[in-house]
């Protein structure tokens, strides 16, 4: 009888990680991509995904069907330390003294290959609600996981999981609407938009939806 690829992580096959990398990183970079807006750090995401996938393989229980509500409740755990790590990082930046600032043409044209309002203002937007409809707007949303397989991530009572999406899309629709009309208003920040960036912020309005 061949074994499941639970039962297979929790014994440590290596082809069975291979499988799970090969099946579920590409979901995992775009989660942490669109939590993010950072290709760089997403990346990194991943790999400290799998590396922990790896060392908790036996907190997979031995039944069950799909491993993502498993795998992407490590993911958002991976997320959060990601978050409190920056956090530290931007505090300790604020304590230094300050100098001169030196242009980085590099930085600049990232910044206008990344820039769309409307993307902005869904980011700005998705970062004002609380964490746990964050969260569960992410799982549900962008990853795709039914109400179980979210509550199975992290760790919280189905009908939470409803009720946190419901106050997730009712704010950031408000939320969004706002940030908007900040931007349009005299003295508001006004970038350049590309048209990819234009797509994926008409996608993330039409997700809130």
């Not at 996938?53 to 490590?74: D, K, Q, Y």
């Not at 409809?133 to 949303?141: A, I, P, Q, S, T």
């Not at 991530?153 to 009908?159: R, W």
């Amino acid at each position: 009888m061949e074994l499941s690829i639970r039962a297979r992580l929790r014994a440590g096959d290596q082809r069975a990680y291979g499988e799970l990398f090969d099946e579920h990183a590409g979901a995992v970079y775009g989660y942490a991509l669109r939590t993010l807006a950072d290709w760089a750090a997403a990346e990194d995401v991943v790999s400290l995904t799998f590396l922990e996938a790896w060392r908790l393989r036996a907190t997979l229980h031995e039944e069950g069907e799909s491993v993502r509500p498993w795998l992407f409740g490590i993911a958002t755990n991976v997320l959060r330390n990601t978050a409190r790590a920056g956090r530290r990082h931007r505090a300790a930046m604020a304590r230094l003294p300050e100098r001169e600032a030196t242009p980085d043409f590099a930085e600049e044209l990232v910044t206008r290959l990344d820039d769309g309002a409307q993307l902005a203002a869904v980011q700005r937007a998705l970062g004002r609600l609380r964490r746990g409809e964050r969260e569960v707007f992410r799982l549900c949303v962008w990853v795709g996981l039914d109400y179980a397989a979210a509550a199975e991530a992290l760790g919280v009572p189905v009908g939470t999981v409803r009720s946190r999406l419901s106050r997730a899309r009712t704010r950031l629709r408000a939320l969004t609407e706002q940030e908007l009309t900040a931007r349009r208003e005299p003295g508001g920040a006004c970038g350049q938009v590309q048209d990819g960036r234009v797509a994926a912020a008409r996608s993330l309005q039409g997700d809130i939806r």
